[in-house]
């Protein structure tokens, strides 16, 4: 099993969400998130006076999947998060050990 996190622009979760049903996904969660890369922020004016805006919004979205549908899943998500503009975010990717649901107590594969 493998966990994919991707930091994506937030207007673009619907499209990411739609790709992923599309390929199979069973569940998803999604957090609303602040941060920067290399774009590093951005100068906006308020009320005449300008200031600094370092944290970006943006949504992590995580999800827990079969090794069979890791590479579809990122393709999707890199599909439908990409704008080709600077800040279209990241994608993660790690080993699961285990996973346990808890209502019934199944795991690996029959948890997620």
Do not use: C, W
């Not at 966990?3 to 937030?10: H, L, M, S, T």
């Amino acid at each position: 099993m493998k966990k994919i996190e991707a930091i994506i622009k937030p207007f673009k979760l619907d499209e990411v969400k739609e790709a992923l049903q599309e390929v199979g996904l069973q569940g998803i969660t999604v957090t609303e998130a602040k941060g920067f890369g290399r774009q590093k922020g951005h100068a906006e004016l308020y009320r005449g006076a300008e200031y600094i805006v370092d944290f970006l919004p943006k949504v992590k979205i995580e999800i827990v999947i079969s090794d069979e549908l890791v590479e579809r899943a990122i393709d999707a998500i890199r599909r439908a998060a990409q704008t080709g503009r600077i800040g279209d975010g990241k994608i993660f990717v790690s080993n699961i050990e285990e996973a346990i649901r808890i209502r019934t107590g199944e795991s690996g594969l029959d948890a997620i």
